[in-house]
């Protein structure tokens, strides 16, 4: 148990490893119905580090789980038509059930309509504006990745959300806009800010869970936390660090040595959310699976 005045550390590593053990399971389960094990294709362009790394650990992941997956890499420079094309050709064939599009892609290319090329039913990141749409209506289906995986968190902590005040940080499509409707269905208040919020502390200081997902290191201190709130840290920054092998550290967009000391449970970076969206990822691959 931490001290009396710490924050509870929610180790999102551990969680994410049971939430992948029963994913085996069902998987193996899927498998002994008769049906073939489930597949997941991954389209990654050009070679940012970390997207070559969250690709190797989603396919390493999925192997562990029973879930066969490939992984396509193109050049940076291929033309968005030729990615259009791959998704198309994904979409139609009886031997892929999940497409995984890797953001972010180039800058010649537009991530929009990318993924509205997806068939909905495979799109495992939950992207598509089919899935989004279901989301916002109250009947999800395929949901993205990190905002299930905060739920999951929560729920799997004992964190009551119905009736309390939640504030996300990042009004991205990505976390922020579909956390917003995960909360709501789970009834608590939701309060969503962004870069054009006016007086972004005080807001934050209302929040009984509070989510920052926007990519700033260490952008909530303590001063911005009310006592005893559940913190929930979606950043992932790198930054310099020459005493580290590769130069950097990684940290979150919450000061966690400092807010810990108020926080009433706290995520911590890396080992938080991260594990949980990959875990996240191989249920919507099975899902995607019994969809098809």
Do not use: F
Request: charged fraction near 20%.
């Amino acid at each position: 148990m931490p001290p009396d005045n710490m924050a509870v550390r929610i180790e999102g590593s551990a969680i994410a490893a049971a939430v992948r053990a029963e994913t085996r399971d069902a998987v193996q389960k899927w498998v002994r119905a008769g049906h073939r094990a489930p597949s997941l294709a991954v389209i990654i362009v050009g070679d940012n580090p970390a997207s070559v790394s969250y690709v190797r650990s989603k396919v390493s992941a999925s192997a562990s789980a029973g879930i066969e997956s490939k992984t396509l890499n193109k050049p940076e420079s291929t033309r968005e038509e030729i990615i259009l094309q791959l998704v198309n050709t994904l979409n139609r064939s009886d031997n892929w059930d999940g497409i995984l599009v890797q953001l972010p892609l180039p800058g010649h290319m537009h991530a929009a309509r990318v993924l509205g090329a997806l068939n909905p039913n495979k799109d495992v990141d939950g992207l598509h504006v089919i899935n989004a749409g279901r989301l916002a209506t109250g009947a999800p289906r395929l949901i993205p990745c990190t905002p299930a995986a905060i739920m999951e968190l929560l729920h799997r902590t004992g964190i009551r959300i119905a009736g309390r005040h939640a504030v996300i940080v990042g009004r991205s499509n990505l976390v922020g806009k579909p956390l917003a409707h995960l909360l709501l269905i789970a009834n608590a208040t939701v309060t969503v800010c962004h870069s054009k919020t006016k007086d972004l502390a005080a807001v934050c200081r209302t929040a009984d869970i509070l989510v920052a997902a926007v990519g700033v290191p260490h952008l909530v201190t303590a001063d911005m936390v009310k006592p005893g709130a559940t913190v929930i840290d979606v950043g992932i920054n790198r930054v310099g660090d020459s005493s580290k092998p590769r130069g950097y550290r990684l940290v979150g967009d919450v000061d966690y040595h400092a807010v810990e000391a108020v926080a009433g449970a706290i995520t911590p970076v890396p080992g938080g959310v991260g594990p949980m969206t990959v875990a996240m990822l191989l249920r919507n691959t099975l899902l995607a699976a019994q969809l098809q």
